[in-house]
């Protein structure tokens, strides 16, 4: 027991340890292409690219700093000229953190560079209600655990005192251990499904069916950095919705879902 409880210490500070490296690594080659580009356009954004893998690199390695490494790793991006990977590690910072007003600007200007809309979801009464929900994943995890040990001391203390758990109370922990629960796992569901996804070449035709011998969707292509939800996938295609009533399909290799 002792031995595993050394093994996985050990573990964890080599992934703190490695990740702490790409960070740093990151950072020097983000520094070194803000002052390269001034004079070297293509050397500056092959360092900033560069920099952006690295910051995945990191973002793989920690869970804690995962956002703000996918953040900066959409910002490195975004600099580099590569509009389609920045919008994907942006959409992925926004599930560590949702409320970052920075994040979500970036998005829209990168999205605005594309010519990319994407509506955003009514602020009704019900979607005010229901705020915490979009709130980021790892406070949503103090939640829970704060309504966990909160649930066990009540039940702990009326253990000692000879007392009955409050039953108003208990069930208030109780809910919301359930909704929280609910909450955190549909999003691991949804993480897992990779039901959306953004085109990551310059452009690609979107056809009306599933092969190119079918004619295109539309007139003009579709840019780099164009958003769209996975309704089917039949071999190497995918069908796509644009929006409630654009729907086209899209060779997988021309995307990256997430």
Not at 183 to 195: F, R
Request: net charge neutral; hydrophobic share 50%; glycine share 8%.
């Amino acid at each position: 027991m002792k031995k595993l409880i050394v093994m996985l210490m050990a573990a964890f500070a080599f992934g703190l340890f490695s990740a702490q490296a790409d960070v740093e690594r990151a950072d020097q080659l983000f520094e070194e292409a803000r002052s390269v580009i001034k004079e070297d356009i293509s050397k500056g954004r092959v360092l900033y690219e560069a920099a952006a893998l690295e910051y995945l690199s990191e973002a793989n390695q920690s869970y804690i700093g995962r956002g703000v490494a996918l953040y900066n790793a959409g910002n490195a991006f975004a600099m580099a000229g590569i509009p389609g990977r920045a919008v994907i590690a942006y959409r992925k910072a926004q599930r560590y953190l949702p409320e970052l007003e920075y994040l979500n600007d970036n998005l829209n200007q990168v999205r605005n560079l594309v010519g990319s809309e994407v509506k955003e979801p009514a602020t009704g009464l019900w979607s005010k209600i229901m705020a915490w929900d979009k709130s980021s994943w790892g406070l949503r995890l103090a939640y829970l655990a704060l309504a966990y040990f909160a649930f066990w001391a009540l039940l702990i203390r009326g253990l000692w005192t000879d007392r009955h758990m409050h039953r108003g109370l208990g069930a208030a922990a109780m809910i919301a251990i359930s909704a929280l629960s609910i909450s955190i796992l549909s999003d691991i569901a949804d993480w897992q499904k990779a039901n959306e996804g953004v085109v990551v070449v310059r452009t690609v035709d979107a056809r009306k069916g599933e092969g190119y011998g079918y004619h295109a969707a539309f007139q003009s292509p579709l840019r780099e950095g164009t958003e769209f939800k996975v309704l089917e996938t039949r071999g190497e295609w995918l069908r796509v919705t644009l929006s409630e009533d654009s729907t086209c399909w899209l060779p997988i290799q021309a995307v990256e879902l997430f």
